[in-house]
């Protein structure tokens, strides 16, 4: 049974830090995309960041949004994604789930992803 566990949200302030680790288990996902999507209440679920599978020609892609403040990385050998966000700010509140496909494409399309972790709350006070 394919599961992606994710931890490492929490509360900072406006300007914080903080990593998020989602951890794969039942499979691993080294030639398939994985990515980060996010929700915050009352509104859609939204693309954040993507990682192509290993040797994919477009390695990552993110949204507007967060260029230059998150990055998501990979560990391959521990079947762990990252993603580190820094500057945090209010409007980055949200739900942020860890998601896999099964195929090599990052897409932003949240249907795009088969497997779904059970989110991890970040909240940015002001």
């Known amino acids: 049974q394919v599961q992606l566990v994710e931890s490492g949200g929490g509360l900072v302030q406006t300007g914080g830090s903080l990593r998020l680790s989602c951890e794969a288990f039942g499979r691993t996902f080294s030639s398939a995309a994985m990515a980060w999507f996010r929700q915050a209440p009352g509104k859609e679920r939204e693309f954040v960041a993507a990682s192509g599978g290993v040797g994919w020609s477009e390695p990552t892609k993110y949204a507007d949004s967060v260029k230059g403040r998150f990055t998501i990385s990979r560990d391959i050998d521990k079947k762990m994604l990252y993603l580190q966000m820094v500057n945090l700010q209010p409007g980055d509140t949200a739900v942020y789930y860890c998601?896999?496909?099964?195929?090599?494409?990052?897409?932003?399309?949240?249907?795009?992803?088969?497997?779904w972790g059970q989110g991890t709350q970040v909240t940015v006070s002001s």
């Open positions: 998601v896999a496909s099964d195929g090599p494409i990052p897409q932003t399309m949240a249907g795009s992803y088969a497997y």
